[in-house]
């Protein structure tokens, strides 16, 4: 089990830039994929972007490829979301988990196969 913190949320513009970060407390961070969700009111919970626990693979949503990147630093325990262009409509929490992945090197795009999850962070994008 990991343990997760997401920080960087806030108050931006159309058109500005985020950086969200997920701190992973745990010695076995680095054998896990992580990805980011969000979940805006009335909405269900959707991917954002997934990455594998060597951060070699990455996999995005339609709707922030170009825009969001997603990285790691495993010496840090941290995942990483950076968001640029932001729109209206990107307003949600945002969410990191992971998923333990000690034998292969894959991504995930679906929340029931993440086990841990942090306790979210909202961005709110005006317009």
């Known amino acids: 089990q990991v343990q997760l913190v997401e920080s960087g949320g806030g108050l931006v513009q159309a058109g500005g830039s985020l950086r969200l970060s997920c701190a992973g407390r745990g010695r076995t961070f680095s054998r896990y994929a992580t990805g980011w969700f969000r979940q805006a009111p009335g909405k269900e919970r959707e991917f954002v972007a997934a990455?594998?626990?060597?951060?070699?693979?990455?996999f995005y949503a339609d709707s922030v490829k170009g825009r969001f990147t997603i990285s790691r630093d495993n010496a840090k325990t941290t995942m990483y979301l950076q968001m640029n262009s932001l729109r209206p409509e990107d307003t949600a929490v945002y969410y990191c988990?992971?998923?333990?992945?000690?034998?292969?090197?894959?991504?995930?795009?679906?929340?029931?196969?993440?086990?841990?999850w942090g306790q979210g962070t909202q961005v709110t994008v005006s317009s």
């Open positions: 990455i594998s626990w060597s951060g070699g693979i990455t």
């Open positions: 988990a992971a998923k333990n992945t000690p034998d292969n090197s894959g991504v995930y795009y679906e929340p029931l196969e993440y086990d841990d």
